[in-house]
């Protein structure tokens, strides 16, 4: 098993530009979700998914959107990067209410 | 705000010490977790207490957790220089389903 895979696993955007991030898992997981963190912080969970083709917000979804088609894949979506965007990205999945698996996490700089 | 603070921010020990870190939330919960997090690195899944337990051990690790005073504690006894790392604490809650909101966590340095 792979477990969480997160691509890219860097990206550099200037501000305005979109991008796209792909997060799969493999362990036919129902819940995922996307956080991004920033220096000597914590997580914080942007959106988050119950279900293939159910999104919820999460503490900071302004700016994000995301898509769950498939069971196993979760995107996330930043339709014009700001530069209060430049984070860690981690993508994370489980079953119900039980640990979560974290994929690598993508370092995005928006400049 | 957040739902998880920890307590201390950073703790710095010699190897061979325990370390205790402190978790306080705010709202009813499912179960708590720990996760440990290495510089750079994603988060390592520790344990996870649920709300009807008062302590679990995971080796040298040890957990409590009491929900009337909304707070749980991590014990790592006889740390070792590997046990360097983030701490997190992170709490499962219902909310249309279930969501996890983590703590700003606390940043443990263990000196050989």
């Known amino acids: 098993n792979a477990g969480v895979t997160q691509t890219p696993k860097f990206r550099v955007l200037k501000t305005g530009q979109s991008m796209t991030l792909l997060c799969a898992q493999d362990?036919?997981?129902?819940?995922m979700y996307w956080y991004r963190q920033d220096p000597g912080m914590g997580l914080r969970l942007i959106h988050y998914?119950?279900?293939?083709?159910?999104?919820a917000k999460g503490e900071v979804p302004d700016g994000y959107n995301v898509s769950r088609l498939k069971k196993q894949n979760f995107l996330l979506g930043l339709e014009s990067a700001a530069p209060s965007q430049t984070s860690v990205y981690f993508c994370?999945?489980?079953?119900?209410?039980?640990?979560?698996?974290f994929g690598p996490g993508t370092r995005l700089t928006v400049t | 705000s957040q739902q998880g603070e920890e307590d201390p921010q950073a703790l710095s020990i010699q190897e061979g010490e325990n370390a205790t870190m402190n978790c306080s939330y705010k709202?009813?919960?499912?179960?708590l977790q720990w996760y440990r997090q290495n510089s750079g690195r994603g988060l390592v899944h520790l344990i996870l207490?649920?709300?009807?337990?008062r302590e679990k051990h995971s080796g040298r690790l040890r957990v409590t957790l009491d929900t009337s005073k909304k707070s749980s504690s991590l014990l790592i006894t006889a740390s070792r220089a590997a046990d360097t790392a983030s701490y997190f604490c992170?709490?499962?809650?219902?909310?249309?389903?279930?969501?996890?909101?983590f703590g700003a966590g606390t940043r443990l340095f263990v000196k050989a």
């Open positions: 994370a999945s489980s079953s119900r209410a039980t640990r979560e698996y």
């Open positions: 362990m036919n997981h129902e819940y």
């Open positions: 998914s119950v279900g293939e083709g159910t999104t």
């Open positions: 709202t009813s919960i499912n179960n």
């Open positions: 207490i649920r709300s009807n337990e």
């Open positions: 992170a709490t499962t809650v219902p909310s249309g389903g279930f969501k996890t909101i």
